[in-house]
């Protein structure tokens, strides 16, 4: 039986001060969080010797978090452009302090309307959404895959396999350093989750 191993990056230099979008590094724990997943992979119950995909976004802290996992247990790695962060267009680099500051009009109308509202020169989540369809449609057809994405698209791909309507993505948790196995059965989805202890 096939499983969809997901989780967001580890935590980032931006993720630390706050600031969204960007293509930053790990900050120091987030390297410990790579560090941690072959063998949170492990203990979640990864078969032995079944072929495992990995899959990242294009952006630097998704393939990090990749690292150890592909040296350690030498498997086939694929980025997709389709996995990287909501483009957060102008606002992209702000804290939500700054982008209140800056561009309240903006603040207002994402509080009022997240999931339809796009960033000006970027997306929403139902664009997203959207960009995800491919993405779906291979895991539909795939074996194990580990998928390293980032929050808005975590979000996304866990609604789908939970069989939540998108328009509830945007508020659904899913916290840094977590991996979620999904299992899908005949009657629905089994979720584990594996907190790392960092
Ligand atoms: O803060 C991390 C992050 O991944 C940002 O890059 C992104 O804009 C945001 O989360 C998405 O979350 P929300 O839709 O809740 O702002």
Sequence with gaps: PRSIWLSRHGESEYNLEGKIGGDANLSPRGF?????????????????????TIWTSTLKRTNQTAHHVVEELGWEKLQWKALDELDSGNCDGLTYAQIA?????????????????????GESYRDVVI????IIMELERSENI???????????????????????????????????????KAYGTQVEKYKANI
């Design 32 to 52: 410990q969080y790579a560090k941690m997943l072959p063998e949170l992979l492990r203990k979640s119950g990864l078969p032995k010797d079944a072929p495992l």
């Design 146 to 184: 580990l998928i390293i994405t980032h929050q808005a698209i975590v979000r996304c791909i866990f609604a789908y396999f939970m069989q939540v309507d998108q328009s509830q993505s945007p508020w659904m948790e899913v916290p840094l350093h977590t991996l979620m196995k999904l299992s899908p």
């Design 101 to 121: 500051e800056m561009h309240p009009e903006d603040f207002k109308a994402r509080d009022d309307d997240k999931y339809n509202y796009r960033y000006r020169g």
């Design 131 to 134: 960009r995800l369809e491919p």
